[in-house]
T-cell receptor, first 115, second 111 residues
Framework: DVKVTQSSRYLVKRTGEKVFLECVQD?????MFWYRQDPGLGLRLIYF???????EKGDIPEGYSVSREKKERFSLILESASTNQTSMYLC??????????????FGSGTRLTVV | RKEVEQDPGPFNVPEGATVAFNCTYS??????FFWYRQDCRKEPKLLMS???SGNEDGRFTAQLNRASQYISLLIRDSKLSDSATYLC????????????FGSGTKLNVKP
């Protein structure tokens, strides 16, 4: 069974901490995405990557960075966590070419609380 | 204005009922449309794609109305297991990073 695995299901961090959220996929997908999901706002794209060492900003990149050193791994970094980054974070991947919505496979999510 | 809008619900219906909800999108250049299902505290999973001519998968029917810029999802003979949040997803062809998710419509099917 194909999988996108996020390293933590729940995280609690303090304001100002540097936070790493890890995502690994075993499907050999080229494209990987980080979203956050908040009540009433839906899923919003933070960053995505279409190849190793490549990254593109999504709609809300401020306060975040990403790293893609290996094809299977896409990390989201909160440089200095703030309370407004408390959210559910979802990683997704799709195969190369036109990334169609039906090709999305999501990880199970990381619920991050910043206190 | 949001790219994709959905009524958040909840829609509370008895088992066996037929329920429908819509999703409106703002960009007429949108090309691809999908419904995802998300269970409580779980990740979204693809329910079905939405084709121009409309499509059906068992008890689920999806429709696209380009003139009025909305998609719809109809669920017949609702089951308890249909209780979930339904997200619509809209994409513009050739701009693969731009998938817009609605905030979801919550459905509660009651015994």
């Amino acid at each position: 069974d194909v999988k996108v695995t996020q390293s933590s299901r729940y995280l609690v961090k303090r304001t100002g901490e540097k936070v790493f959220l890890e995502c690994v996929q075993d499907m050999d997908h080229e494209n990987m995405f980080w979203y956050r999901q908040d009540p009433g706002l839906g899923l919003r794209l933070i960053y995505f990557s279409y190849d190793v060492k490549m990254k593109e900003k999504g709609d809300i990149p401020e306060g975040y960075s990403v790293s893609r050193e290996k094809k299977e791994r896409f990390s989201l970094i909160l440089e200095s966590a703030s309370t407004n980054q408390t959210s559910m974070y979802l990683c997704a991947s799709t195969p190369a070419g036109q990334a169609r919505g039906d090709g999305y496979t999501f990880g199970s999510g990381t619920r991050l609380t910043v206190v | 204005r949001k790219e994709v809008e959905q009524d958040p619900g909840p829609f509370n219906v008895p088992e066996g009922a037929t329920v429908a909800f819509n999703c409106t999108y703002s960009n007429s250049a949108s090309q691809s449309f999908f419904w995802y299902r998300q269970d409580c505290r779980k990740e979204p999973k693809l329910l079905m794609s939405v084709y121009s001519s409309g499509n059906e998968d068992g008890r689920f029917t999806a429709q696209l109305n380009r003139a009025s810029q909305y998609i719809s999802l109809l669920i017949r003979d609702s089951k308890l297991s249909d209780s979930a949040t339904y997200l619509c997803v809209v994409n513009m062809w050739g701009n693969f990073n731009k998938f817009y998710f609605g905030s979801g419509t919550k459905l509660n099917v009651k015994p």
